[in-house]
């Protein structure tokens, strides 16, 4: 199996964080040895992330919804 998924985000407000990320996975199957299959699957999430406190290292929240 093979995935990654990069995101992109940008500040609307102080503290308040909108994003998208695009999750890619390749996954293949074998029996015995051979190749039976390969699935590929793209997805889009996007997320918002609110950061808690004022200090420079503070806790967040985040909430995303996936569709693949």
């Not at 590929?40 to 996936?66: C, H, M, S």
């Amino acid at each position: 199996q093979f995935s990654f998924g990069p995101s992109v985000a940008f500040f609307v407000k102080d503290n308040l964080l909108l994003g998208i990320n695009v999750p890619f996975s390749v996954v293949s199957s074998r029996f015995d040895g051979v190749l039976q299959g390969r699935t590929t699957e793209l997805g889009i999430t996007p997320f918002v992330r609110k950061y808690i406190g004022q200090n420079r290292l503070r806790p967040f929240v985040q909430a995303d919804l996936a569709f693949t």
